[in-house]
């Protein structure tokens, strides 16, 4: 069985086909900049990239683009659409409605159209991806796999906040979490790398990237997270300020002389790392200027490790101990030193970093030393072979 799984972003497609006996990808890639100019389809076959540069005003256009590359006699790797036998979606945000992966009909369609306005960027995306796919392939199922689901396990008080009841009765405020498919991932992979039993663990998953956002899991279960009813809270990230004081946006407001949605805009994209440095929402760069001594890229790195940190002390509490801690994502599995800053904090955890184990970019490892009482692993995510995996299980059920 082949599953072609899809991740829409509002200017962006990426793609992966997966054949589902090995678990490999035969092909992936991505449409960049649709609907904008120099619109480009990335595809790597066996290592090998090819590109393509060609105007793409819309998702619908790019999804054709796929599967005409899927089918191309030279360069794809399948000789009819009939042999996709599913397409898995990467949906965002499902509310409270959709606590698992679930196969896509209007009604589905109906619920992520009322979730729109809490994911703003990315919901209507996902449907725009979902309608075009449906056009060109009518008969296929798909299925949609929700980055809130793995969250929907979290206990009232955990995902209820400090505000008044009627908030979450009438307007659905509360914490949702996303990232919740690499959360989900990553844990079971811990587990599985570890030799430790899933559902009698407890693991914190460092999901560390551009967005950034940290889960504790018990048994197989998420009890917290750090991202909110939108992905802005908790950790400081590339772009994103994270946790702060709601107080902040009014005195902004009137300091500055701009609105609310203003504040919450650059709150959204010109905060976090960003923000703090002046300089580059990327680790690698911050790391460059550190190196020449800039003061600014310090304090952003410093800031971010420290607030991490924080969560992790707070979900040990939360989870009474800890068996794993994991990183994931471009930050997580590529910056050592950003790992070794956090882990050389949790020595009071009776955590121990294997400094040489820990230079370890891009593959799974344990970066804790043997002796180290609780066990720190690098697990690159793979948030595609969950959506296919879900996908997988769905459509065999049909
Ligand atoms: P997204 O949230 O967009 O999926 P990723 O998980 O791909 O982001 O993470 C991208 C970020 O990872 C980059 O902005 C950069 O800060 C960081 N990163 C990637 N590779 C490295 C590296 N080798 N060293 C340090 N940081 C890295």
New binding site residues.
Partial sequence: MKVLVINCGSSSLKFQLIDMQTEKTLVSGMCDRIGLEGSVLNYKKNGEKIEKKEAIPDHSKAVSMVLDALTDKKIGVIGSLEEIAAVGHRTVHGGEHFKESVLIDENVIKHMEECSMLAPLHNPANITGIRACQKLMPKTPMVGVFDTAFHQTMPPKAFTYGVPYEWYEKHKVRRYGFHGTSHKYVSQRTAEFLGLDYYNSKIITCHL???SSIAAIKNGKCIDTSMGLTPLEGLIM?TRSGDLDPGILEYISQKEGISVKEVVNILNKKSGVLGISGLS????DL?DADLKGNERAKLARAAFAYRVVKYIGSYCAVLIGVDAISFC???G???NF?RGMIVDHLEFLGVKLDTEANKV?GQEAIISTPNSRVKVCVIPTNEELVIARDTKTIVSQL
């Avoid at 929402?281 to 690698?284: Q, T």
């Fill in positions: 990237g551009n967005g590339g929402s990327d680790f690698r790391l994502a471009g930050v599995e590529n910056a950003i970019c």
